[in-house]
């Protein structure tokens, strides 16, 4: 892939974002590659950013785990693993982007930015694991230990100390049945979206009363955030005993 002198300024503003140099731009160009941007630009030199993704997602679980090891040794595995789980979680990643502005220096097709692509939660997610894969091919596993300690480890704090890392199903089932005795159920209200990039909207339901609902690229997304705001409201008071 060649990079314009335009493109190399822009990036130039993107590391500085992440606190991280990369000696072979290429590489980060290709962390930045949505899959299409392919259907617009035709070369077999240009590669999309999944492959990197694969690599940075296993990156960050390993950082991630060592550091929780290491840092809470009084913690379960159990609790190690759902608190893993808060900051790794799609949700957790894309805030991390957006707060780097990542999906502004993403290369995606029109379409895909015309609809809403450069603040996508699931794409500001792969786009930062890949981000990651590509740091430690540059630059190795300490340049990565780095940025997450920088960019993550932070977010164990109020994680931990409030217990965030309970995912909002299992917040709101027992919420629900302390308050109102029922157990939520959940359900599908429709799907849209190519194969590839599905989207699902669930509804979450109480005692035949409507808290709320959530969209996702899977149903299991979709119901924790169908859950999230059922808990806002359940919360907040809105839906009473």
Request: aromatic share 8%; charged share 25%.
């Amino acid at each position: 892939m060649t990079i314009t002198a335009e493109e190399q300024s822009k990036l130039q503003i993107l590391m500085t974002n992440l606190g991280y140099q990369f000696q072979n731009l290429e590489l980060l160009a290709q962390a930045l590659t949505h899959r299409s941007y392919l259907n617009e630009v035709k070369t077999e030199f240009l590669e999309h950013n999944e492959r990197l993704e694969f690599l940075g997602d296993a990156v960050l679980e390993l950082v991630i785990t060592e550091y929780l090891f290491r840092t809470y040794i009084e913690r379960s595995e159990g609790e190690l693993t759902s608190f893993r789980a808060a900051v790794v979680r799609t949700e957790s990643l894309a805030q991390t982007s957006l707060q780097l502005e990542v999906g502004e220096y993403i290369f995606m097709s029109k379409g895909e930015a015309a609809t809403g692509g450069r603040t996508r939660p699931y794409i500001l997610a792969n786009a930062f694991e890949a981000l990651l894969g590509a740091i430690y091919i540059d630059g190795g596993m300490e340049s990565c230990k780095a940025l997450v300690d920088t960019l993550l480890v932070p977010k164990f704090i109020p994680i931990i100390a409030n217990r965030l890392d309970i995912d909002s199903k299992s917040r709101l089932q027992e919420l629900a049945q302390e308050v109102h005795k029922f157990t939520p159920i959940y359900k599908l209200l429709h799907e849209e979206g190519p194969d590839h990039e599905r989207t699902f909207t669930v509804e979450v339901i109480v005692n035949n009363e409507s808290f709320g609902q959530g969209k996702g690229r899977t149903k299991q997304e979709a119901e924790q955030a169908a859950a999230s705001e059922g808990l806002i409201r359940l919360e907040s008071g809105i839906i009473q005993k």
